[in-house]
């Protein structure tokens, strides 16, 4: 069992960053894939930025050049550096891990954390 907890999120107002951070309770190295995804009310969870421990980092089409997403070793952590905010990025963010055993993949999930940007 791998348990995620999210911190960072809060109010910003338009063009404004916020960095998110994952404290993950095991050593990051044995996570396949750590990753963000966002949810606003009435649609589907959608990802943002997924860094899997082997191969290219991945990311939304609508935060490609604004948020950047780093795996932090130190301190067993993913982390999402949010620049240029923008009204459509309010949502709740949940950082998402993932290990394999053999076949089986098994994904694990943070409570989430509210970005809200707003004037």
């Known amino acids: 069992q791998v348990q995620l907890v999210e911190s960072g999120g809060g109010l910003v107002q338009p063009g404004g960053s916020l960095r998110l951070s994952c404290a993950a309770s095991t050593n990051i190295f044995r996570l396949n894939v750590m990753a963000w995804y966002r949810q606003t009310p009435g649609k589907q969870r959608e990802l943002v930025a997924a860094?899997?421990?082997?191969?290219?980092?991945i990311y939304a089409d609508s935060v490609k050049g604004r948020f950047t997403i780093s795996r932090d070793t130190a301190k067993n952590a993913v982390d999402l550096q949010m620049n240029n905010l923008k009204p459509e990025d309010t949502a709740d963010y949940y950082c998402e891990a993932e290990t394999v055993v053999g076949t089986t993949t098994y994904q694990y999930w943070g409570q989430g954390t509210q970005v809200t940007v707003s004037s």
């Open positions: 860094h899997p421990r082997v191969g290219s980092r």
